[in-house]
């Protein structure tokens, strides 16, 4: 009985797996390294300031800052009595040719009931400052942020204003806000 020699018998490797992850390893090391190189390109400088409160970050496509501000910045009437809950928050993207665009809000409390505020805001603010109606529950929509109360828009081609007034835990909250293009200071 002769026996026949056996083939040899292929061998295992569990170094492909190995090869695969270190591959995956290194790939995922260059883009972290490249995505450092690039933002290190973009951002020419963040500057932060907090005693002012301030940060703000130079790219060459523009600069974006964001700070706080006096809340006469927003440019609309304050309620009388009214104390300032959070002052002017600003965020301001210049943009190169002195283009700038920004947000500015700022929020008031009232002990004052909602009509009369409303009736207030109502008598001073001009006629461009439209009344916006709520749905069935009351809430309303201005420019994609649901509220409840009473809000009043103005809306030029680049700039909306807006005053928000609702009821909160028996407090009357204003909130005034300017979105929109802003003269080069």
Same mark, same amino acid.
């Given at each position: 009985?002769?026996?026949?020699?056996?083939?040899?018998?292929?061998?295992?490797? &569990? $170094?492909?797996?190995?090869?695969?992850?270190?591959?995956?390893?290194?790939?995922?090391?260059?883009?972290?390294?490249?995505?450092?190189?690039?933002?290190?390109?973009?951002? @020419?400088?963040?500057?932060?300031?907090? @005693?002012?409160?301030?940060?703000?970050?130079?790219?060459?496509?523009? %600069?974006?800052?964001?700070?706080?501000?006096?809340?006469?910045?927003? &440019?609309?009437?304050?309620?009388?009595?009214?104390?300032?809950?959070?002052?002017?928050? $600003?965020?301001?993207?210049?943009?190169?040719? %002195?283009? *700038?665009?920004?947000?500015?809000?700022?929020?008031?409390?009232?002990?004052?009931?909602?009509?009369?505020?409303?009736?207030?805001? *109502?008598?001073?603010?001009?006629?461009?400052?439209?009344?916006?109606? &709520?749905?069935?529950?009351?809430?309303? *929509?201005?420019?994609?942020?649901?509220?409840?109360?009473?809000?009043?828009?103005?809306? %030029? %081609?680049?700039?909306?204003?807006?005053?928000?007034?609702?009821? @909160?835990?028996? *407090?009357?909250?204003?909130?005034?806000?300017?979105?929109? @293009?802003?003269?080069?200071?």
């Amino acid at each position: 009985m002769s026996t026949a020699p056996m083939p040899p018998r292929p061998q295992r490797s &569990g $170094n492909w797996l190995w090869w695969i992850l270190g591959f995956a390893g290194a790939g995922v090391v260059l883009l972290m390294v490249c995505g450092l190189v690039v933002a290190g390109l973009f951002v @020419k400088s963040i500057r932060v300031r907090p @005693k002012e409160h301030e940060v703000a970050i130079r790219t060459p496509a523009g %600069d974006l800052t964001v700070s706080s501000t006096s809340a006469s910045g927003v &440019g609309l009437p304050v309620y009388p009595g009214a104390t300032l809950v959070e002052s002017g928050k $600003n965020v301001e993207l210049a943009l190169p040719e %002195d283009k *700038r665009v920004g947000i500015i809000v700022a929020k008031y409390r009232s002990s004052d009931s909602l009509g009369s505020v409303a009736a207030w805001y *109502r008598a001073r603010l001009g006629p461009e400052f439209k009344r916006e109606t &709520g749905d069935k529950e009351g809430r309303i *929509r201005v420019h994609g942020v649901m509220t409840e109360g009473v809000a009043y828009v103005a809306e %030029d %081609d680049d700039l909306a204003r807006v005053v928000a007034i609702s009821e @909160k835990f028996g *407090r009357v909250e204003i909130a005034l806000l300017r979105i929109g @293009k802003r003269e080069a200071q």
